[in-house]
Structures are given as C-alpha cells and as structure tokens.
C-alpha cells in the first residue's frame, strides 16, 4: 500500500515522503509428472519416473524441499528416477535475510497395471492331429501390444492355430515402454503354454467260442487304450 510520512522541526518546518509497500506476485506452481514406465514385476525399469515444475511469482529466489517414497531432496525444480507414490514439495521463496513465503504441494507419480497373460489352451482332437490352438488375452500396461512365440519361431501374432503336441511361450511386449533411442523395451512378460496330445487308439481283444454247435455262449472281451480315455461303442 501507499503510506505518507511527514517530518515537522521546532521551527515549522515539514517534509512529507511516500512511501510505496509492494505486494509479491503470488507463488504460482505447476508440475509436469512422467509416470514410471512398467510396473514392478513387469519390467526393470520401476523407477524412471519424474517430476518436472514450473514457478512463478514472489522474488524469484526459490528453494526446494522435496520428500516422498525416494527419500527427501534438496534445491531442484526437477526430480528424476522416482518410483510410483506421492511426492511433496515445499518452494520457499527467499525475499530477503529475514523474509520467506512457501507454498506446498503434492504430485502423484503412477505406474500401470502389471503386464498379464491368460491362455485358452485347446488340446488336439486325436492322435496324429495338428488342430491344436491357444488364445490368449493379455491386460495392464499400455494395451498397445507386440507378441512373439518362440522368438519369432512359430510367429508374432496374438494367437496360435494348428497346432501339435508340445510346449509353447510367447513373449509379450509393451510397446509404448520401447526406448526409441535404443530400441530396448523395459516392460514385457513371459508364459508358457502346453497343448496336450493323445496315444493312439488301440485295441486287443480275448474271445472264446462256443461251446456246442449252434449254442450262443462265446464272447468278446475287448481294451481300448489311447486317445481321451472316454469311449463310445
């Protein structure tokens, strides 16, 4: 605000002087938040995360103080390699010796949800066959997916078809953790699946004949092996 100061001397004489207080901007801040890229068992990269901000207002002369799950930090407008939580911030601006202002606030560095992988497994249908299939659905991280199975050896789509017996793994990648500068991606997951196969049908039989001419006495005792184990005659 404006004050007025007047000055009088024992012979009437006066000087009057204003004086002009200023008010500070306001602190004013924002914050820029990069979420971490995986989430913890997703990948090896849980704490890229970062915390960038933007003041404004008061002198100009800021100080920082910083605590969250990484512990406290000291004099930075910029936080880096952080895992997920909240951090908080208190910007002290430093008018003079004598004369501070701070304001606090709080950000929320996020992770995503963990890469998963479910798998409908359809086993082949009989001996000799390759009408095996596995269709998976896979959730968390971006949702932008690559797949590989096998490294590339039975293919790089979703799902698989025509299938034998045997064991297969695929290899899920988030694409949006790739670094463009590497070509390294920091978040995937791994599973194997098993498509089931069958022995073969086989059949022995024990028989006995008849014991008269014209009687109606033999029989046949037969056993099926292989396959599902669940028969029809």
Not at 10 to 23: A, L, M, Q, R
Not at 44 to 73: H, M
Not at 161 to 176: A, M, Q, R
């Amino acid at each position: 605000g404006l004050y007025s100061l007047t000055v009088d001397d024992d012979y009437g004489c006066s000087i009057t002087e204003d004086i002009v207080i200023e008010d500070p901007d306001e602190i004013e801040v924002s914050g820029f938040v990069t979420n971490v890229s995986c989430a913890g068992e997703s990948g090896f990269l849980y704490n890229d995360g970062s915390i960038e901000l933007n003041v404004s207002g008061g002198s100009g002369n800021y100080l920082y103080s910083w605590t969250g799950p990484t512990g406290p930090f000291f004099g930075e407008d910029l936080i880096e390699f952080l895992y997920p939580g909240t951090y908080s911030v208190m910007i002290t601006d430093q008018n003079d010796e004598y004369s501070f202002c701070s304001v606090t606030m709080d950000f929320e560095v996020l992770e995503p949800e963990e890469l998963t992988i479910i798998g409908d497994v359809s086993n082949i249908s009989c001996f000799g066959e390759v009408d095996g299939s596995i269709d998976i659905t896979v959730s968390g991280g971006s949702g932008n997916y690559s797949y590989s199975w096998d490294a590339g050896f039975y293919g790089y789509s979703e799902d698989l078809s025509d299938l034998g017996p045997g064991i297969y793994t695929i290899f899920v990648t988030d694409e949006d953790s790739i670094d463009p500068a590497t070509g390294i991606s920091f978040c995937s997951t791994t599973q194997s699946f098993e498509v089931l196969g069958y022995d073969p049908l086989t059949i022995s039989e024990n028989h006995t004949i008849v014991s008269c001419n014209g009687g109606g006495d033999a029989a046949i005792d037969i056993t099926v092996t292989g396959g599902t184990g669940e028969y029809t005659y």
